[in-house]
């Protein structure tokens, strides 16, 4: 089993920037692949970032075209944490963001929400006009 947590979400304005970050605990070294995900009340999960954990995809940062050049994925090594920072938000960006793990390495499917077995509760960003 693998747990994980996510902090950092809240309120913005245009413009404005956040940091999330994603805790991961339990059969962490497991893990191949983390994710970031958001969904909006009545829309489908949708892929965000995603970070080849370990394995043959192990350091490949991979973005939707909605965010790339605005947000960045990262790992952490000191905290054991997958970050990802959010700059340029627009309101379009609102949602609830979720982090996810899967124990494969994902190359192709790496944008699939059904790709990954564990998720965290999700974290609340609201970007105001």
């Known amino acids: 089993q693998v747990q994980l947590v996510e902090s950092g979400g809240g309120s913005v304005q245009t413009g404005g920037s956040l940091r999330l970050s994603c805790a991961a605990s339990?059969?962490?070294?497991?893990?191949?692949?983390m994710a970031w995900f958001r969904q909006v009340p009545g829309r489908e999960r949708e892929f965000v970032a995603a970070?080849?954990?370990?394995?043959?995809?192990?350091?490949?940062?991979r973005y939707s075209d909605s965010v790339r050049g605005r947000f960045t994925a990262s790992r952490d090594n000191t905290k054991g944490t997958a970050d990802l920072q959010m700059n340029f938000l627009r309101p379009a960006d609102t949602a609830s963001y979720y982090c996810?793990?899967?124990?494969?390495?994902?190359?192709?499917?790496?944008?699939?929400?059904?790709?990954?077995?564990?998720w965290g509760q999700g974290t609340q960003v609201t970007v105001s006009s």
């Open positions: 970070i080849g954990w370990s394995g043959y995809t192990s350091g490949n940062v």
């Open positions: 339990g059969r962490t070294e497991s893990v191949a692949t």
């Open positions: 996810a793990a899967s124990l494969v390495s994902l190359k192709n499917t790496f944008a699939s929400a059904s790709r990954y077995e564990y």
